[in-house]
């Protein structure tokens, strides 16, 4: 069984060094597994750093924290626009919305926490980037899935190359 996994692993896993006996078929195939290792690394970054991103966001709001009730104007899945009035009775209107928009709905009023030194940077009170780790480490579990397919579809190929070639 053992022999059976780490064969299966050699299979998966691409080499980075080139074999002094490899075809040019095999360089390109091997080449191809890289790359797509390489996405779907790409892939688990860019998910650490939408978490990363979340969490300055939340200590930013939380070193100049202000407090203001606010309307939503526009609900999304993604996105939700807002307006909310500061204590010295300025209006804003968040150009990029607020964070952590989900279950809100058009009309809705809701309490905000923004950073009061850049008050476009606001967030729906209570809510903080623990909320984004589910999405990410989903997008990044997806992404290593999709991964394994490809990898097993690379192989696929070309043992099917190497029978009829």
């Known amino acids: 069984m053992v ?26 195939f091997r080449r191809i597994r890289i790359g797509i ?19 300055r966001n939340d200590r930013q709001i939380e ?3 202000g407090v203001a009730a606010a309307e939503v104007l526009n609900a999304g899945p993604r996105r939700s626009t807002i307006e909310f009035v500061t204590p010295d009775r300025v209006t804003y209107r968040p150009e990029l919305g607020v964070l952590y928009p989900s279950e809100l709905e058009a009309g809705m009023r809701i309490y905000v926490e923004y950073d009061t030194n850049n ?13 984004a780790i589910i999405p990410a480490g989903s997008i990044a579990v997806v992404g290593w899935l999709i991964a394994v397919a490809a990898l097993l ?7 099917r190359r190497v029978r009829t070639g």
């Not at 008050?119 to 909320?131: G, K, N």
């Open 63 to 65: 070193r100049h924290m």
């Open 3 to 28: 022999n059976g996994v780490s064969a299966f692993g050699r299979k998966l896993i691409p080499r980075l060094s080139r074999d002094p006996q490899e075809t040019r078929s095999q360089k390109i």
């Open 153 to 159: 579809g690379v192989g696929y190929l070309e043992r």
């Open 119 to 131: 008050p476009d940077l606001v967030r729906v009170q209570d809510r903080d980037a623990s909320l």
């Open 37 to 55: 290792v390489i996405a779907a690394c790409l892939v688990t970054l860019q998910s650490a750093l939408m978490v990363m991103g979340a969490w």
